[in-house]
């Protein structure tokens, strides 16, 4: 056996650089070679940033892991998102405080723990967002402290204190001068206000995961659907794929939007779709801080790209774009900052988000022996991945879990199908 695992590995190391379809068959073969004499500690299904920031905690913890991708890791949701770190209680589930504050104060460790094993800059940025209200959601008392006047958010996001040529024309009609049209720009967002938060570049951070994950020996199966979660004797056992079978004694579901799909428990997680835009931003520092506002939001990254974003639809399982949609939200977007008027979009794309009927993720232990659910994180897996690997880490290895994590149990939605 011995042998021919070693025969693998120098067929690895033999292929001709650049031969990467080679590499991936082989590399595929040698997985499928260690399923018949490998049996892993976890095996985890799906390779979103839920699955591969679960399986780098799991092997820090000394478990043996295996992720199993249907697809290429992180391509799906953890791809698609924005990126915001969002904990302000407004915004927030009150179920899903407490875990998302913890998740937001992690995340600078997180981050930068990713960065120093994978050697990929994740762009974790901490100036802040610049909130503009609809009036109706003015008069929560969380919010006097982080009022901003019109001529503080002029000052610290100067883009935004311009106007467009529409509006400077209307102004302009009405005898108004330089000074009142300033004043005038500023009453349209009477309801402003500064949040200390954070936001990071989720299609970065997915990928330093990935690589940190491999790099820590976590094994990746890719291209490789898993159809059921397999139970012998009352307990799991592993998983059937299309390709095979892999065995282990604890399983975690972390399928996204697709988990329901896997039998034997259909959780009842749905597909959420969210369309958003990328633009080229003219000048490089045209916006330092998030902006969002009730119809859209701005988040700049530090390579002068602006990501606009997004709907938010009941369409089923369909990512497809449309044109009318995408120019909805540029043109959201120019009404915020008018030099955004000419930026060209470099790409558009629409991902799903993993939705529950609470709005809450679905974590812990399932009613069958061995079996964990993580996922259902919705709008907020990108600033759940720190707390919802460290949760279920404790949960899966028995290592005692301070947080309270009967809101999100699979046993919540009913005790015959998700538990
Ligand atoms: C437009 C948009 C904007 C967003 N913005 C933000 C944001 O600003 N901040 C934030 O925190 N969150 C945001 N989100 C939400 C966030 O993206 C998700 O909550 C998060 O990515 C979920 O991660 P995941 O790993 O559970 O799911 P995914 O990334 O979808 O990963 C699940 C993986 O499982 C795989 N899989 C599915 N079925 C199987 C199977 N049977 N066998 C094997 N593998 C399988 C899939 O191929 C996929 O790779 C946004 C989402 C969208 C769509």
Redesign the pocket.
């Known amino acids: 056996m011995r042998h021919a695992q070693k025969r693998s590995q120098r067929a690895l190391s033999s292929v001709p650089a650049g031969d990467e379809a080679l590499v991936e068959s082989l590399a595929a073969a040698a997985v499928l070679y260690n399923a018949q004499v490998k049996n892993w500690d976890v095996i985890v ?7 591969l920031s679960l399986s780098i905690e799991l092997r820090k913890r000394g478990a043996t892991v295996l992720v ?4 290429e ?6 791809h ?7 904990d302000w209680p407004l915004e927030t589930p009150a179920a899903l405080q407490q875990l998302a504050t913890a998740s937001a104060r992690m995340y600078p460790e997180f981050a930068h723990e990713l960065e120093v094993e994978s050697d990929v800059k994740v762009d974790l940025r901490e100036q802040g967002t610049i909130l503009l209200l609809s009036p109706k959601h003015i008069r929560h008392p969380g919010l006097g402290a982080a009022a901003l006047s019109p001529a503080d958010w002029g000052d610290l996001e100067p883009a935004m204190a311009k106007l467009t040529l529409d509006q400077e024309f209307d102004l302009k009609q009405n005898g108004l001068d330089p000074e009142e049209i300033a004043m005038a720009r500023g009453a349209m967002h009477p309801a402003s206000f500064y949040l200390k938060e954070r936001s990071v570049d ?1 299609r970065a951070l997915t990928a330093a995961a990935l690589k940190t994950a491999k790099r820590r020996g976590v094994d990746i199966s890719s291209g ?4 059921a979660v397999n139970v012998s004797d009352g307990r799991v056992a592993g998983v059937t794929t299309t390709k095979t079978s892999f065995h282990a004694p604890r399983v975690v579901n ?5 988990s329901g ?2 039998a034997p428990h259909a959780f009842p997680t749905r597909p959420v779709k ?1 369309q ?1 835009l990328c633009l080229a931003s003219p000048s490089h520092n045209l916006l330092k801080h998030v902006i969002r506002s009730p119809e859209v939001y701005l988040i700049p990254r530090s390579d002068g790209r602006i990501l606009v ?2 709907t938010v639809e009941e369409a089923g399982f369909d990512k497809r774009t449309d044109v009318e949609t995408i120019q909805r939200l540029r043109r959201a977007a120019v009404s915020l900052v008018p030099e955004l008027r000419n930026a060209k979009i470099l790409e558009d794309w629409a ?4 939705g529950t009927p609470d709005a809450l993720p679905i974590l812990g232990a399932t009613a069958t022996p061995g079996y964990y659910a993580a ?1 259902g ?8 991945a720190p707390i919802t690997s460290q949760v279920m880490a404790e949960v899966m290895t028995e290592t005692g879990c301070k947080h309270d994590l009967k809101p999100f149990s699979p046993a919540r939605f009913s005790r015959n199908q998700a538990a």
């Open positions: 299904i799906g390779g979103g940033i839920i699955g199993v991708e249907r697809g890791p992180g391509r799906e949701a953890s698609a998102a924005g990126g915001m770190l969002v989720p490789d659907e898993v159809t972390c399928a996204g939007a697709w799909q896997i969210g958003m974003g997004a991902g799903l988000r993993p996922t994180h919705f709008r907020d897996g990108i600033l759940l």
